[in-house]
Each structure stands twice: as structure tokens, then as C-alpha cells.
């Protein structure tokens, strides 16, 4: 069985740039949950996706936006990038909304 | 809103010695409370979880209690090893929200000597 996979593992962007994180959920999962863990800090959730819809939304402005395929793979889109974007993101999936999330190793995004 | 606050850390315990890592919580309902490890380069494993007051979760020697009159959940082990070494995340889910959005804690940096 395979856990969930991020791509990339790192990636360096300068400000006003766009980045798109990808995330390949565990098999058997159809809930996808984006969170963004800055340097020190504990992770925030960005936000959730069940069955290729948006059903949860964290403090998060709308330049961060979200997609979920029909396999349940997802994408975290980031448009005009700020150097405070700089963090791990991670993805993690589970088999419903409420049930256990199982995370990724994280993208590792860092704004110049 | 729902929040947790840990310890401030960083912890440093000699191999074998009795670790605690502090937690309290603010929550509308009735949340689920979870600790979470993070080992360097990885993402975050599920160490143990309690879903309800006065329930006590376990796993590889760590426990912690749901305590709803202290609203705390505080982390144990009796006798550390080297490989504990690892930053520690308390988080809770639910509290009134219809998915599963986890908050949590800033983490704990737990370090073990020999």
C-alpha cells in the first residue's frame, strides 16, 4: 500500500511568482487536507477537499486555492507570492472527513 | 475559536528518563484529542488519540488522558530512548466543525541524550 506522496520536495520561488504543490493521496482515501507549517510553528489548516469538492476553509487568503481530480490526487495553487509564504506544506488524506489523516513528507517552499 | 498551547520547549532528557509535555486546549463540544511526532525530514505520524473525557490513549509506551475539567491532555512516557528523539505536536478535531480540520499546537522539540 502506498502512503501519500508530495511533489516536489523543494522548491524556490521569488515573490509575485506562482506555484502549484501536488499531493497523491493513500489508496482507498477520497478526503484531501492542505495545511502550511511555518518554520517553529505547529501546522494550519489551509484547507480540506472530499470528493473533488471544497468542504473546509482555514484563515487563509484566496490567492491559495485548491483542486481535487477524480483520482483524489490534489493541488495547492499559490498566486502572488509573499516571502511569509515560506513554509512546509503538507497534504495528508484519509478515508472521510473525520476520519484519521495520514500525512505526506511535505514541499519545503521558500520565497525569495 | 478552537486553540492549543504546549510546553515551551526545547526538552533535553537523559536515555531512560520520565518525560511529560504539557497540554491544554480551548474548544467549543466535544473535540477529539490527538498527539502527533514529527521525526526530521518526515511528515507527521499519529502517536495516540483520545475521542472522548476521561479516555486514555497509548502507543509505544507514550499515553495521555482526555481531561475535560482541566481541558488538558498532557504526554507521557516513563523511561525515554534516544529514538523519542523528535518534535511533538498536541492537536485537536472537531468542537462544532462539520469536517476534519485538525488545530494544532506550536510543537515540543524533544531531544534524548545517551
Known amino acids: 500500500e502506498t502512503g501519500v506522496t508530495q511533489s516536489p520536495t523543494h522548491l524556490i520561488k521569488t515573490r509575485g511568482q506562482q506555484v502549484t504543490l501536488r499531493c497523491s493521496s493513500q489508496s482507498g482515501h477520497n478526503t484531501v487536507s492542505w495545511y502550511q507549517q511555518a518554520l517553529g510553528q505547529g501546522p494550519q489548516f489551509i484547507f480540506q477537499y472530499y470528493r473533488e469538492e471544497e468542504n473546509g476553509r482555514g484563515n487563509f487568503p484566496p490567492r491559495f486555492s485548491g483542486l481535487q481530480f477524480p483520482n483524489y490526487s490534489s493541488e495547492l495553487n499559490v498566486n502572488a507570492l509573499e516571502l511569509d509564504d515560506s513554509a512546509l506544506y503538507l497534504c495528508?488524506?484519509?478515508?472521510?472527513?473525520?476520519?484519521?489523516?495520514?500525512f505526506g513528507p511535505g514541499t519545503r517552499l521558500t520565497v525569495l | 475559536g478552537n486553540s492549543v498551547t504546549q510546553m515551551e520547549g526545547p526538552v533535553t532528557l537523559s536515555e531512560e528518563a520520565f518525560l511529560t509535555i504539557n497540554c491544554t486546549y480551548t474548544?467549543?463540544?466535544?473535540?477529539?484529542l490527538f498527539w502527533y511526532v514529527q521525526y526530521p525530514g518526515e511528515g507527521l505520524q499519529l502517536l495516540l488519540k483520545?475521542?472522548?473525557?476521561?479516555d486514555k490513549g497509548s502507543n509505544k509506551g507514550f499515553e495521555a488522558t482526555y481531561r475535560k475539567e482541566t481541558t488538558s491532555f498532557h504526554l507521557e512516557k516513563g523511561s525515554v530512548q534516544v529514538s523519542d528523539s523528535a518534535v511533538y505536536f498536541c492537536?485537536?478535531?472537531?468542537?462544532?466543525?462539520?469536517?476534519?480540520?485538525?488545530?494544532f499546537g506550536q510543537g515540543t522539540i524533544l531531544t534524548v541524550h545517551p
Open positions: 492537536a485537536l478535531r472537531g468542537g462544532g466543525t462539520s469536517y476534519g480540520k485538525l488545530t
Open positions: 495528508a488524506s484519509s478515508s472521510g472527513q473525520n476520519n484519521e489523516q495520514f
Open positions: 483520545a475521542t472522548k473525557a476521561d
Open positions: 474548544a467549543t463540544g466535544y473535540p477529539s
